[in-house]
């Protein structure tokens, strides 16, 4: 297995950040550019769990965890320091880091089971409501890299505290932030096919046509009995 100093990984984490900053079609050229094969071995022993990731471990049974619910790709089990009674962990068996990493299908086939599953904890635990929260990169509160939703039971009195002291902003930020955002958001819905020789064929809008308006609907004269 691939060791890497601190150090190292500072430098491949700096590199990592500037690929994630490039649209996605150009990554993994500029990947193999940038990455070592010392870097690029890391990486894979870090995505098949090789590390000392501790969320892998309990994935393979190396390590044992309260577990709730077990499938194919997925694993739940209890947070070892909950925040309330029932809370509950529930990760990829794929070794992933954060959500943008995670595939479209484990993507879907994830929240499927999360809307299930949360309805358990909430059952199984008489709560009165339920908070998801999933954290992506250490300054977002992510202690463990290894992707994970947190399910917790809330309960009146709870006393337990999610919630943010809101800023202010000013009109202008509002619709500059906006419309970074919207821009980078712009692809998000569409469908790109490509043929057999890599070339694209198709592209549409996944974006549900509005219902139209009362007054734009044709009319139609009810007939008298
Ligand atoms: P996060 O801060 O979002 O990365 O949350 C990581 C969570 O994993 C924390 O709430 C920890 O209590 C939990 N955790 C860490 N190690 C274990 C373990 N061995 N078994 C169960 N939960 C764990
Ligand atoms: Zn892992």
Known sequence: ???LSEEQIKALQAKLQQIAGLPPEEQNKKAMEMLSPEEIEFLKSQQQGGGQCIFCRIAKGEVPAKTIYEDANFLAFL???PASPGHTLFITKEHVQILPQLSDELGAEALNIIKKLATAVFEGTNAQGINIMQNNGSVAGQAV???HFHIIPRFEDDKLKLDWD????SDEQFNEVQKRISEKAKDIGKKVVYDMSGKMIEEKKTKKEEPKKP???PRVRRRRA
């Open 79 to 81: 947070d070892i320091n």
């Open 1 to 3: 297995m691939v060791e």
């Open 166 to 169: 809101p800023i202010k902003l």
């Open 215 to 217: 007054e734009e609907m």
């Open 145 to 147: 890299p290894h992707i």
